[in-house]
């Protein structure tokens, strides 16, 4: 049986070959087991929100400010968002006040700490460039030497989490 893999579509075909092999042997849940043992202890919004700003403050000190930073259970993998990053306009008094909020997905709150980083990161980096682009990415790699490696390894473990479901 060929596995359909949509969190991997864009990558060559010898590194779904590899993944498929993996899964063929049952062996891709245990793979990521023994390179993310670990979870992090960022549960609750407030922790979150201290975690975001922290990281802000070591790498994108004069980005925009950040309003509000939460988990948010409606964001999943049918909308293909893993987090988010938007501007919310208000009218107060006579003038328009934008506000930056981040969200990311729930399912983030029981992951390795290097998937809640490279999440994160991706969406700072939106602070400062709003397309996927080469900036964009050289952004994320500044701020995550591995960023690419972590992405690749997120796509697995979401992958898996879809096998196991």
């Known amino acids: 049986m060929t596995q359909s893999l949509k969190y991997l579509q864009a990558y060559p075909s010898h590194l779904q070959e590899q993944v498929r092999r993996l899964i063929d042997a049952g062996r891709l849940g245990e793979y990521l087991e023994q390179r993310y043992p ?4 960022v549960q609750s919004d407030k922790a979150l929100y201290a975690y975001v700003m922290a990281l802000k403050q070591e790498h994108l000190r ?46 983030f709150k029981d992951t390795a700490p290097e998937f809640l980083r490279m999440i994160v990161v991706h969406e700072l980096a939106h602070l400062r460039e709003a397309e996927h682009n080469k900036a964009f990415y050289q952004l994320c790699q500044h701020m995550l030497p591995d960023y690419h490696q972590l992405e690749f390894d997120l796509r697995l473990y979401l992958t898996w989490r879809e096998l196991d479901a």
Do not use: F, M, W
Request: proline share 2%; aromatic share 2%.
């Open 62 to 107: 004069s980005a925009p400010g950040i309003d509000k930073v939460l988990y948010d259970n409606r964001l999943d993998l049918t909308h293909r968002a893993l987090g988010l990053n938007s501007s919310v306009s208000r009218v107060q008094g006579g003038r328009l006040k934008a506000k930056k909020e981040i969200r990311v997905a729930a399912l």
């Open 38 to 41: 670990d979870r992090h202890q």
